[in-house]
T-cell receptor
Framework: NAGVTQTPKFQVLKTGQSMTLQCAQD?????MSWYRQDPGMGLRLIHY???????DQGEVPNGYNVSRSTTEDFPLRLLSAAPSQTSVYFC???????????FGEGSRLTVL | AQKVTQAQTEISVVEKEDVTLDCVYE???????LFWYKQPPSGELVFLIR??????QNEISGRYSWNFQKSTSSFNFTITASQVVDSAVYFC?????????FGKGTRLHILP
């Protein structure tokens, strides 16, 4: 009973490097989203998707790309990492929107 | 624009006391949903409740209760007879179309 799985859980990058945070869910949820959590800032929405082939921007999309080729997967790409992207990233899914979000365990990213 | 304000950044109470977490929201929509999530020290995010704008009945679930008042745009959360296990960060959230926007959270410390 995996739910929402994020990998990796921890990652250290150098400024300018690129990487992809993976997110997969096995609940057949149409809705998926990415948030970042920074101290004192709560959870801020980066990108979201209401179904395969459909993505849209959230509150803080700059510096991040997403795609949704399957219902199960929703990867988040950092094209050129910056220290301001040091954060904890959460992937979430929901059967529909606006429904209960099921969150992954989070991925802690440090950009040096 | 949609907005969620949790004015209490941090609260400390002694175990068995009652505590209320405030949530004030702004929206131009007539139909919307409000949420509460809990983030214990272990870091996972746990759904607590979803309430739609047409249902102003208060809800009680064990020691937890929620008071939704459209007249004051508030959706407050009360924990009765608090326990150490209630120590967590609590987030209030509001949907804006397909986006779920979170407040900055209230960190609750329950002192033994």
């Amino acid at each position: 009973n995996a739910g929402v799985t994020q990998t990796p859980k921890f990652q250290v990058l150098k400024t300018g490097q690129s990487m992809t945070l993976q997110c997969a869910q096995d609940m057949n949820h149409e809705y998926m989203s990415w948030y970042r959590q920074d101290p004192g800032m709560g959870l801020r929405l980066i990108h979201y998707s209401v179904g395969a082939g459909i993505t849209d921007q959230g509150e803080v999309p700059n510096g991040y790309n997403v795609s949704r080729s399957t219902t199960e997967d929703f990867p988040l790409r950092l094209l050129s990492a910056a220290p301001s992207q040091t954060s904890v990233y959460f992937c979430a899914s929901s059967y529909s929107t606006p429904g209960e979000l099921f969150f992954g365990e989070g991925s802690r990213l440090t950009v040096l | 624009a949609q907005k969620v304000t949790q004015a209490q950044t941090e609260i400390s109470v002694v175990e068995k006391e009652d505590v209320t977490l405030d949530c004030v929201y702004e929206t131009r929509d007539t139909t919307y949903y409000l949420f509460w999530y809990k983030q214990p020290p272990s870091g996972e995010l746990v759904f607590l409740i979803r309430r739609n704008s047409f249902d102003e009945q208060n809800e009680i679930s064990g020691r937890y209760s929620w008071n939704f008042q459209k007249s004051t745009s508030s959706f407050n959360f009360t924990i009765t007879a608090s326990q150490v296990v209630d120590s967590a960060v609590y987030f209030c959230a509001l949907n804006r179309d397909d986006k779920i926007i979170f407040g900055k959270g209230t960190r609750l410390h329950i002192l033994p």
